[in-house]
C-alpha cells in the first residue's frame, strides 16, 4: 500500500511515513531522527542513548550504567558499589576512608587525619596544627601563638 509517498507492508512488517521507518515485529522504529528497538533496547532521542537491559543512559552529556553501577553527570563521576564519588572537582570515597572536602580539604575517616583550610589534626595519633599553632593531646605539648607549654613535661 502506498499513500502519498509513505510505504506500509502490513505482514511483512515495515511501515514508512514522512521519512520515518517503523518496524513492529523486528523492533526497529525512527521518528523524526530518533532510534528505537524495543526488544534490543536501544532508544536514541535528541542525542541521546538509552540502554534499558543493558543498563547504559546518556543524557545532555551524562552517563548512567545501572547494574555497572557508574553515573556521570555535569562532568562528575559516581560509583555506587565501588565507592568513588567525583562532584565539582572533590573525591569521596566511602569504604575506602578518603574524603576530599569541597573546598580542597582531605578527611581520611578511618585513618584518622583531616585536614581544612591549611590545618591538620590526627585524631587518634593526637597531633592538632591549627593557624600555626601545634597542639599534642597524649604527648603533652602545645604551642599557641609563639608560645610553648608542656604540661606534665613541666614547661609553661
Same mark, same amino acid.
Given at each position: 500500500?502506498?499513500?502519498?509517498?509513505?510505504?506500509?507492508?502490513?505482514?511483512?512488517?515495515?511501515? @514508512?511515513?514522512?521519512?520515518?521507518?517503523?518496524?513492529? *515485529?523486528?523492533? @526497529?522504529?525512527? %521518528?523524526?531522527?530518533?532510534?528505537? @528497538?524495543? *526488544?534490543?533496547?536501544?532508544?536514541?532521542?535528541?542525542?541521546?542513548?538509552?540502554?534499558?537491559?543493558?543498563?547504559?543512559?546518556?543524557?545532555?552529556?551524562?552517563?548512567?550504567?545501572?547494574?555497572?553501577?557508574?553515573?556521570?553527570?555535569?562532568?562528575?563521576?559516581?560509583?555506587?558499589?565501588?565507592?568513588?564519588?567525583?562532584? *565539582?572537582?572533590?573525591?569521596?570515597?566511602?569504604?575506602?576512608?578518603?574524603?576530599?572536602?569541597?573546598?580542597?580539604?582531605?578527611?581520611?575517616?578511618?585513618?584518622?587525619?583531616?585536614?581544612?583550610?591549611?590545618?591538620?589534626?590526627? %585524631?587518634?595519633?593526637?597531633?592538632?596544627?591549627?593557624?600555626?599553632?601545634?597542639?599534642?593531646?597524649?604527648?603533652?605539648?602545645?604551642?599557641?601563638?609563639?608560645?610553648?607549654?608542656?604540661?606534665?613535661?613541666?614547661?609553661?
Amino acid at each position: 500500500m502506498v499513500q502519498d509517498g509513505g510505504v506500509m507492508v502490513q505482514d511483512g512488517g515495515v511501515m @514508512v511515513q514522512d521519512g520515518g521507518v517503523m518496524v513492529q *515485529d523486528g523492533g @526497529v522504529m525512527v %521518528q523524526d531522527g530518533g532510534v528505537m @528497538v524495543q *526488544d534490543g533496547g536501544v532508544m536514541v532521542q535528541d542525542g541521546g542513548v538509552m540502554v534499558q537491559d543493558g543498563g547504559v543512559m546518556v543524557q545532555d552529556g551524562g552517563v548512567m550504567v545501572q547494574d555497572g553501577g557508574v553515573m556521570v553527570q555535569d562532568g562528575g563521576v559516581m560509583v555506587q558499589d565501588g565507592g568513588v564519588m567525583v562532584q *565539582d572537582g572533590g573525591v569521596m570515597v566511602q569504604d575506602g576512608g578518603v574524603r576530599m572536602v569541597q573546598d580542597g580539604g582531605v578527611m581520611v575517616q578511618d585513618g584518622g587525619v583531616m585536614v581544612q583550610d591549611g590545618g591538620v589534626m590526627v %585524631q587518634d595519633g593526637g597531633v592538632m596544627v591549627q593557624d600555626g599553632g601545634v597542639m599534642v593531646q597524649d604527648g603533652g605539648v602545645m604551642v599557641q601563638d609563639g608560645g610553648a607549654m608542656v604540661q606534665d613535661g613541666g614547661v609553661m
